[in-house]
């Protein structure tokens, strides 16, 4: 019995000491790591003994597990390491900063700033400005930014309201060092610099508005360098992004520039796309964009910044997937009474319900006979034709798509017109020959509508049967209709599936080589057609 006691105090103990050890086999040490007056991300941290190593998040901390006996720390961003020993200091808490001062908490970045000009610091003969800023600058002029970093520093840190060029070659030197980053810790830690820069700029020297699109388009530009994001990291960068965009625009109104109206409909789409904007937001901000866009165009109808930043806005839109009727719909509808006297407004509502195919609508409706009544123009007596061709009123529809057209001078509207009016003639009253006239005059308009041409063929073909009395004059028809097809699909490739599918269904109506030696033809030969259609195809035979 004592012996088994002796043996149960003997293993308590042994466990005891064990404990003891291994509470004292490691030591967890934390802090804070400064560069540049700042927290610091992306510093790899080591502890002498330790197998670990630590890399600090964006508020600079780090927690690291350390032997007992550490003697050192060590701190290493990039190719720049420093070694911090320990070594009988109390506690297991250390900042460490790469400038070799810790800042005070509460003012990390301006303690003792001089905020004069750089006019005033040179009538009061400050040497150390006027040092540090020919000595930075000498660098900067020869692009040897890293020796023109350190006195840049020293200026951003003390003398903050010095000159506004502190802050324009700052984020072009925080840039180059981005571009030879081979890390996306390294890149993003100067992403981090270019954002603090700007964020500094606003604060001494204003321009909020202005300076917050230029803020927003560099970090979209720079965080998009990497493709490897997931979702919720993308979400994230993207909703900053467009906080910075979103503000200027605010700020900005009428003076935004067109880089930051482009790059706010990306990001606008993307966060749809991700569930984080509703369709209404999108189509709210496409709207604010292009009134911008509509303004300086105005003003230079013909400078290609606008027309190009006005076109790329419409197909981030377009191809958003949030400008559908429904959402169109509800947008305009609430705000019609207000819209209604405005021309230009009218003409944007019609357009964007047109590209959605919105025709239908009773706002569609609404707006064209608006539209007409104040401005009788070409694309106004359009939308009424379209109006009253869908409400079955054809002679009516007619008029004012003939009435469009004799004013209209546009080659490629021209050509949509006609091809409408030849489609809903057609469809109406099957008049074969005056569809198809409409349909070739939108072809001599712009002779690469493939749609007009799949139109004309499948005339061509219904009319087979109206054609001549033989036999072999009714399948002619099908000739021609398939040289219609075939031209379709050269001419747009998109058309091409659509086009085939017709060529393979009406070749079945060729006739048999039989049926062509017996009427005396031979394939290969060509062929004319009379009476209204006038046209010459190539004989070809049933395979």
């Known amino acids: 019995m ?61 927690t690291i597990n350390a032997d007992p006996k550490t003697k050192f720390l060590k701190f290493t961003f990039i190719d720049d390491s420093r070694r911090f020993d320990i070594e009988g200091k ?49 660098f900067y002029r020869q692009e040897d930014y890293k020796s023109a970093l350190e006195p840049w520093r020293m200026l951003y840190r003390t003398y903050p309201k010095s000159t506004k060029n502190i802050y324009l070659h700052g984020c072009k030197m925080f840039e180059a060092k981005f571009n030879q980053a081979t890390s996306w810790t390294e890149k993003n830690f100067y992403i981090d610099s270019i954002m603090n820069v700007y964020d500094k700029r606003i604060k001494y020297f204003g321009e909020k508005g202005f300076v917050r699109g230029r803020q927003g ?23 900053k992004g467009y906080g910075y965009l979103d503000e200027s625009i605010k700020e900005e109104g009428d003076k935004t520039e067109t880089p930051v109206l482009v790059v706010y409909m990306q990001v606008t789409s993307r966060l749809f796309k991700l569930g984080e904007l509703p369709k209404e937001k999108v189509l709210e901000n496409y709207e604010t964009s292009v009134n911008i866009l509509d303004k300086y165009l105005a003003a230079s109808p013909n400078e290609k910044i606008y027309i190009d930043s006005k076109e790329a806005a419409n197909k981030i839109f377009e191809g958003s997937g949030a400008a559908d009727c429904e959402a169109l719909i509800k947008l305009y509808e609430p705000r019609f009474s207000e819209l209604s006297t405005n021309v230009d407004a009218l003409k944007k509502i019609l357009r964007m319900l047109d590209k959605q195919e919105c025709t239908d609508s009773e706002l569609f409706a609404k707006a064209s006979e608006k539209l007409y009544a104040l ?87 219904a009319y087979s049967k109206y054609y001549g009395e033989k036999d072999i004059e009714h399948l002619s028809m099908f000739w021609l209709a398939v040289d219609y097809y075939n031209k379709a699909k050269k001419i747009d490739p998109e058309q091409a599936a659509k086009a085939n599918e017709k060529i393979a269904t009406y070749s079945q109506y060729f006739p048999s080589k039989e049926s062509l030696f017996f009427e005396g033809f031979q394939e290969g030969q060509p062929y004319r057609i009379g009476s209204w259609i006038n046209e010459t195809t190539t004989i070809r035979a049933k395979k």
Not at 94 to 119: H, N, R
Not at 224 to 237: G, H, I, R, S
Request: net charge negative.
């Open 90 to 138: 109390v506690g297991d808490v250390f900042d460490f900063s790469f400038d070799g001062i810790i800042p005070q908490k509460e003012e990390l970045q301006e303690v003792g700033a001089i905020l004069k000009t750089d006019q005033e610091l040179i009538k009061e003969n400050d040497r150390t400005f006027m040092s540090n800023l020919t000595m930075y600058d000498q």
């Open 2 to 62: 004592k012996r088994i006691l002796l043996k149960t105090i003997t293993l308590f103990a042994m466990l005891v000491v064990l404990m003891s050890l291994s509470s004292l086999a490691q030591r967890v040490i934390t802090g804070t790591v400064y560069r540049e007056g700042k927290p610091a991300a992306g510093v790899t941290v080591e502890a002498h003994k330790s197998s670990e190593s630590f890399m600090t998040s964006f508020d600079g901390k780090y």
């Open 375 to 461: 401005e009788p123009s070409a694309e106004a007596a359009f939308n009424m034709g379209r109006l009253f061709m869908k409400r079955n009123d054809i002679a009516k529809g007619k008029d004012y798509y003939l009435q469009a057209i004799a004013a209209e001078k546009d080659a490629l509207l021209l050509s949509k017109y006609y091809f409408e009016l030849g489609a809903y003639t057609f469809a109406s009253d099957q008049n074969y020959q005056e569809a198809a006239n409409y349909l070739r005059k939108s072809l001599a308009n712009d002779s690469n509508n493939a749609k007009a041409l799949l139109f004309l063929g499948d005339i061509f073909a």
């Open 217 to 239: 388009v560099d970090y979209m530009k720079f965080k998009m360098v990497n493709e490897n994001w997931t979702d919720d990291q993308l979400k994230d960068f993207l909703k």
